[in-house]
Nanobody, 128 residues
Framework: QVQLGESGGGLVQAGGSLRLSCAAS????????MGWFRQAAGKEREFVAA????????AYSDSVKGRFTISRDNAKNTVYLQINDLNPEDTALYYC?????????????????????WGQGTQVTVSS
């Protein structure tokens, strides 16, 4: 089992920034690719960003590309999501997730079923 705990959410004005963190424990962190997803009220959970075990590969949804940056610190077993230029449409519960994938290549993020472990989420609310 991999335990994941997100933090860093909050209430922010449009145009502001946040950095979300997700701390992992329980298994060898470098065996896992990591992803961020979000779910707005009344909507389905959607993919936001993903990163492979080493950080050499990243992927983003079109809606966040250029504004969000995913990174990881394997020494701290933590993955981050830097969110800039927030707008009200970014309001959602943000989840991190782990996929057992100790490979360099991308593509793992295309199948949500690869992400077996999920955190409880951290709320991001953007006011206009």
């Amino acid at each position: 089992q991999v335990q994941l705990g997100e933090s860093g959410g909050g209430l922010v004005q449009a145009g502001g920034s946040l950095r979300l963190s997700c701390a992992a424990s329980g298994r060898t962190f470098t065996n896992y690719a990591m992803g961020w997803f979000r779910q707005a009220a009344g909507k389905e959970r959607e993919f936001v960003a993903a990163i492979n075990w080493s950080g050499s590969y990243t992927a983003y949804s079109d809606s966040v590309k250029g504004r969000f940056t995913i990174s990881r610190d394997n020494a701290k077993n933590t993955v981050y999501l830097q969110i800039n230029d927030l707008n009200p449409e970014d309001t959602a519960l943000y989840y991190c997730a782990a996929a057992f994938y100790p490979a360099a290549a991308g593509g793992f993020e295309k199948n949500r079923a690869n992400f077996k472990f999920w955190g409880q989420g951290t709320q991001v609310t953007v006011s206009s």
